[in-house]
């Protein structure tokens, strides 16, 4: 796209896709793995495990991608936004069940305590993409297709790695309902923590943020399409 977009532009752009693809998914795994009726235990352990890639793998992942990008990001900067973004809140998160529990159940936990947070994630996210439209309204309007050059690579990255983790369980013959959140989790990334940690090396008004905020944006009609191919192709994998 040299064309189009300036290279010390595009590296930025680029950064913002590192941020991306080196987050693996979490949380929304268990959405796409309902909507293919994957097996909820292997979900589990599938959320786990990204979890402690996060804690273990996200930040060298970073550092090594960008500096191959000339992107320089000092370690502690990137340390410190694990820490606050991803340990404090999975502490805070662990304590929270285990005083809720022991006071009042777990029943009372999963059913009531935990609804009453359902909505609090997706305010945030929403409040945090309204202040970064607000501050990059002008790099938008004046360079749509710029959104649409960062779009294209983030779109065959997820269509790529679906098809090459789908047909990897195909191959080792899986049922369905482990190959479908497979390809749905190695697709997906932790957009949440990719935008965090964008806006905090970054700033808001950084085109890093700008690409994790349209990887926002492409990920979810593009992982229900994806959904939607997993449900049409569960004949090619042998009955759960």
């Known amino acids: ?4 977009i300036t290279p010390d532009l595009a590296t930025e752009y680029l950064a913002g896709a590192v941020l991306l693809g080196a987050a693996p998914c979490t ?12 097996d ?34 000092p370690w502690d900067t990137l340390i410190l936004s694990v820490i606050l973004f991803v340990v404090i809140p999975l502490a805070g998160g662990m304590l929270t069940r285990y005083l809720v529990t022991k006071k009042k159940g777990k029943d009372y936990f999963e059913n009531t305590f935990v609804e009453k947070f ?56 899986l049922p369905h309902k482990i190959a479908a959140p497979a390809g749905m989790i190695g697709a997906s990334n932790f957009f949440e923590l990719a935008v965090a940690v964008a806006v905090a090396l970054f700033g808001t008004t950084s085109p890093a943020a700008l690409a994790t905020t349209v990887g926002v944006l492409t990920e979810v009609p593009v992982m229900l399409f994806l959904v939607k191919v997993a449900n049409s192709t569960k004949g090619w994998f042998k009955n759960d």
């Open 1 to 4: 796209f040299k064309a189009f």
């Open 40 to 73: 909820p235990a292997y979900t589990v352990v599938q959320v786990a495990t990204n979890d402690l890639i996060i804690l273990v793998a996200f930040i060298p992942i970073v550092k090594f991608l960008l500096g191959v990008s000339n992107v320089t990001v």
């Open 27 to 38: 949380a929304m795994v268990f959405v796409w793995s309902s909507l293919t009726k994957g």
């Open 118 to 173: 359902d909505g609090i994630t997706t305010i945030g996210l929403l409040l945090t993409l309204i202040m970064i439209f607000s501050f990059q309204g002008n790099v938008i309007l004046e360079n749509p297709l710029h959104i649409v050059l960062i779009a294209v690579p983030l779109i065959l990255q997820t269509f790529l790695i679906f098809a090459i983790a789908y047909a990897a369980c195909k191959l080792l013959k």
